[in-house]
């Protein structure tokens, strides 16, 4: 069931160890408690992202927003 509220965009990072990733996402604003918005239903796509990035697959990571890919010193 989907929390009823304001419906906002924001930029989360993923982090790997190779590269990062700029990901937007849709947060809500819960009207019962409008102090801090919620991930939902961002997390599972956050999690996948995770995971692409754990495993370095920057093709696959491209699809859901900008990579920035560690150089080697």
Not at 25 to 41: A, C, G, H, I, Y
Not at 55 to 68: F, H
């Amino acid at each position: 069931m989907a929390v009823p509220g304001k419906r906002i965009r924001a930029i989360k990072w993923i982090a790997g160890d190779r590269c990062a990733v700029r990901v937007e996402v849709e947060e809500v604003v819960p009207d019962f408690d409008p102090s801090e918005p919620v991930l939902e239903p961002a997390v599972e796509l956050l999690d996948e992202v995770q995971r692409l990035a754990n495993e370095g697959k920057l093709d696959e990571l491209a699809r859901y927003g900008d990579v920035y890919v560690r150089r080697s010193a």
